[in-house]
Structures are given as C-alpha cells and as structure tokens.
C-alpha cells in the first residue's frame, strides 16, 4: 500500500475539531489542507497566544502545534498547558528540530510528535491512532 492517497483516506474525520497552530503561513495552509481532505474541521492560529484564546472561545478535539514559534510560549509550552487545562484534548506536536526541544524529557505520554518533514500518509496514521485512543476515553 504506497499509495498515499488510499492510506490517508482510510482516516475521514467525523466530526473532530483541530486547532492547527503554525507561524509560517505556507506551511500552516498545506497542514489545514491535509486535515481538510482527511475530513477534519479545522480552526487556525499563528501563535500560542491565538490558541490559547481560541481554546477558551469553544471545543477543541485535538491540538497540532508547531513547537518552534514566535512569541513568549513555544509549541512544547503551549501543550503542557493546554493538556493540563483540557485533559480531554489530543495533542499532536510538530517539528522539524524535534532533538532541539524535545530530547530532554520535555514532552509526556500523552503528548504525540510528528516530524517535518511528513506526509499526508504520515499525518493519517497519526491521527488514527490518536481518535482510536480518544474513542477508548484516553486523552492522546
């Protein structure tokens, strides 16, 4: 099965809603693609202070941030607190320097990376994993 398209269209979103956090623009509009032919909603931000307010403003099933971003709250930060206020939300880290940030024990268990660069198919399988684990009632 090297077809990336019938991998990734074996995961269809049904419903979720993911907070896709990325600063740089060109990137974040092919991730909300990917996520949108996986048939996901989609709400973006730029930042962790973005986020942050769109995750107090409404219902958030799963979070995908970049780790390395501008502003006084980096990816790996923006997570933990976020996991700590939402229990119930999915997190999905990204990074193309994942040894940089994350290699000291930063991240929990219930913390997911998926390094840059990834493809569609990449991106599907993780997130299968990560609704079946929601779907079980733990926190991804």
């Given amino acids: 099965m090297n077809d990336e398209t019938t ?3 074996k995961l269809l979103g049904s ?3 993911v ?3 990325e600063d740089d623009t060109p990137i974040r509009r092919i991730v ?3 996520f949108r032919e996986l048939g996901f909603n989609i709400v973006e931000a730029k930042n962790a202070a973005e986020a942050l ?3 107090e403003a409404g219902t958030i099933d799963i979070l995908f941030t970049d780790v390395v971003m501008p502003g006084a709250i980096d990816g790996v ?3 933990h607190m976020a996991s700590e206020r939402w229990p119930n939300l999915s997190v ?3 990074s193309g320097f994942p040894q940089n940030r994350l290699g000291d024990g930063q991240t929990s268990s219930q913390l997911r990376l998926l390094s840059k660069p990834y493809r569609k198919a990449d991106l599907a ?4 994993e990560t609704i079946s684990e929601r779907k079980r009632g733990q926190p991804a």
């Avoid at 399988?125 to 299968?128: A, K, M, P, V």
Wanted: charged letters at 25%.
């Fill in 77 to 79: 930060e923006l997570a």
């Fill in 19 to 21: 907070l896709v956090v």
């Fill in 125 to 128: 399988e993780l997130l299968r």
């Fill in 7 to 9: 991998l990734s269209d």
């Fill in 92 to 94: 999905i880290l990204t």
């Fill in 15 to 17: 419903g979720e809603i």
């Fill in 53 to 55: 307010t769109t995750l």
């Fill in 32 to 34: 909300v693609r990917y």
